[in-house]
């Protein structure tokens, strides 16, 4: 009622709108407790079981583990390549600048199934490599690199560059200037990064698909649980869990953010 | 010529001495004082040699690819023209084409929907919400955080044979049978598309709108120009080039998207994904698929191309309009 008096017709039609974007997916916590394997309403009574039998599954626990691992490792990776090419790119005029970031922001608008088979030519036929976690990790970098660079340039286009010279002039060689300068100020930036580039790895289904071997990722486990009508259930249990633990991701990257905009604003005001 | 001679001799003067002295370290360290551009690529180049590796190799290998042929195990690598002939030969081989422009329809018809439905929130953040504006933007970006996987297969969860509609109506006695028209089609391939990238859109219209200078739209008051016209005349030629950003951000990943239509789509709402995958894979046509991905990629460029030419004549006139 004060919403609508308040916001007018508009403000009616963006609750509805929150209503369509959210609604869909609380489905998925809200049958993970009902008492029966067929998703109907209405919901017959709450049960844990779906939580007890996810948790005893050894297969999604391994796939649960090997996810982890690789986006842990990819989101390191990735924020490194994307500092130093953000630091590059907004510090030095670079001749060509224009093709190249064209280049490396490529990942965003090829198909990513293009992307995957590629990798596949490249890795398998060409180079002989394996399939492993490893080739899923290589190509969930190369994913990555252009949302940590995009995370990165803003940032450092967001302080001041006087600084990093102030810090030259009073004696510090670029090393020392990225360490005490450089790196505290985009530390915010950093973090934001690296919880974008992990969730983006660990949510990732094609490029995994097609580039892992005997090990699978989480998202390739809950895609081949989709077949079966039984398992869906434990799937639903599985996927709020997910949606619980990356609820957490962006609450902390947003607090993160607003601590390090503080500290910026006193340092350059 | 006076001007330049000084220079140039204060140039040679030296330079024979220094040439004979000077190591080519310390020339190498010159240049790299002198030159900007120098110091950047070094420090890029970590990043640029893993990305060539893991991006660049792989792009070139499909274009390689698809000028060769599949001999059953092997590749006959005479370079032919002969799999975009076959690909784009309307009357042997029509599904090609035929799958690669229902995959524009059904990404168009999403973009759509995404872009209608999105425009209203953005007005609405822009100029009514006062309060609260971050508790709203943190609110429709959480959305964009959660798993891509998870948004579609809550559309197979609501949509499916056995989904949530279906069972329902039959638990409610409405129906015998599940309804089949629900899974399985184009439709919802495009609606699970349209849920899956919502939030996307919202942002680049916000910002364009935000940017917007509020007095502009006072003038038009001024004018005598109504809301609607002032709407028409001043906000939406100005939000035009978010708008358009947020309709290709929508766009060119939904054209060749692969999981929603695995997931949701069946045999008749496959998407041009699924058919170069299938080339790869069951099909052992390889180079048929490298030729389909390249031919996709040139096909989405060229309209992107197209379509940002033909805004662009507008988007400056309407800023002329407004500026006068």
Redesign the interface.
């Known amino acids: 009622m004060i919403g609508e008096r308040r916001?007018?017709g508009?403000?009616v039609?963006?609750l509805a709108?929150?209503v369509?974007?959210?609604g869909?997916?609380l489905?998925?916590p809200l049958?993970s407790f009902n008492d029966s394997i067929?998703?109907?309403?209405?919901l017959k009574g709450f049960t844990l079981a779906w939580y007890r039998q996810m948790a005893e599954n050894t297969q999604l626990v391994l796939a649960l583990q090997a996810s982890l691992k690789v986006a842990v490792a990819v989101a390191v990776v990735s924020t490194v390549?994307?500092l130093?090419?953000a630091?590059?790119?907004t510090?030095?005029?670079?001749?060509g600048k224009g093709p190249?970031l064209g280049?490396?922001m490529?990942?965003l608008?090829?198909?990513?199934?293009?992307?995957a088979?590629?990798?596949?030519?490249?890795l398998r036929l060409?180079l002989g490599f394996e399939l492993s976690l490893l080739t899923v990790a290589?190509?969930h970098?190369?994913l990555c690199?252009p949302l940590a660079?995009l995370v990165m340039i803003s940032r450092l286009e967001g302080f001041d560059r006087n600084l990093e010279e102030a810090a030259a002039d009073l004696g510090l060689n670029p090393w020392q200037t990225f360490w005490r300068v450089t790196f505290p100020l985009s530390w915010p930036g950093i973090m934001a990064s690296l919880l974008l580039c992990f969730?983006a790895s660990?949510?990732e289904?094609?490029i995994a698909a097609f580039l892992t071997g005997n090990e699978t990722t989480l998202?390739v486990f809950?895609?081949s649980q989709?077949r079966f009508?039984q398992k869906?259930p434990g799937?639903?249990a599985l996927?709020s869990c997910?949606?619980i633990g990356?609820?957490l991701?962006?609450t902390l990257a947003?607090r993160l953010r607003r601590k390090g905009l503080q500290p910026q604003t006193a340092v350059a005001p | 010529m006076t001007t330049l001679q000084p220079l140039r001799e204060d140039r040679a003067g030296p330079s024979p001495r220094t040439a004979a002295s000077e190591s080519l370290g310390r020339r190498l360290r010159l240049a790299w004082f002198r030159h900007d551009g120098l110091r950047g690529y070094a420090l890029i180049s970590p990043t640029l040699l893993a990305m060539l590796l893991l991006l660049g190799a792989p792009l070139v290998s499909l274009v390689v690819l698809s000028f060769w042929t599949q001999t059953y195990f092997e590749f006959d690598t005479t370079p032919t023209l002969r799999n975009y002939a076959k690909l784009v030969d309307w009357q042997d081989t029509p599904v090609y084409l035929r799958t690669l422009w229902r995959s524009l329809l059904m990404a168009g018809a999403a973009t759509t929907a995404v872009v209608l439905l999105a425009y209203p929130i953005a007005y609405f953040l822009a100029f009514r919400v006062k309060q609260h504006k971050m508790v709203w933007l943190v609110l429709i970006t959480v959305p964009f955080w959660t798993s891509y996987l998870l948004r579609i297969f809550a559309w197979k969860v609501i949509l499916g044979f056995n989904g949530l509609i279906n069972s329902s109506l039959i638990g409610l006695g409405l129906i015998e049978e599940p309804l089949e028209f629900l899974l399985y089609n184009q439709a919802a391939v495009t609606i699970t598309l349209a849920h899956a990238w919502a939030a996307y859109a919202i942002l680049p219209i916000y910002v364009s709108l935000e940017k917007i200078d509020r007095s502009l739209l006072e003038a038009a008051t001024d004018l005598g120009k109504g809301p609607v016209e002032g709407f028409l005349k001043v906000t939406l030629p100005l939000s035009l080039p978010g708008t358009i950003a947020a309709a290709l951000l929508v766009f060119i990943p939904t054209v060749g998207d692969y999981v929603t239509p695995t997931l949701v789509g069946g045999s008749s709402g496959l998407m041009v994904g699924n058919v170069i995958q299938s080339l790869f894979g069951k099909a052992n046509d390889a180079p048929l698929g490298a030729a389909l991905s390249i031919l996709t990629m040139g096909v989405v460029t060229l309209l992107v191309c197209a379509l940002l030419w033909a805004v662009r004549p507008n988007r400056s006139g309407a800023e002329l309009q407004v500026r006068r």
């Open positions: 916001f007018g508009l403000g039609y963006a709108y929150l369509f974007l959210y869909p997916v489905l998925l049958f067929y998703i109907t309403f209405p390549l994307g130093i090419a630091k590059a790119v510090r030095y005029r670079m001749p190249l280049f490396l490529l990942p608008v090829v198909p990513s199934i293009v992307l088979l590629g990798l596949l030519v490249v060409a290589a190509g970098v190369m690199v660079m969730s660990f949510d289904y094609v998202p809950i895609f989709l009508p869906l799937v639903l996927g997910i949606l990356s609820i991701l962006v947003e």
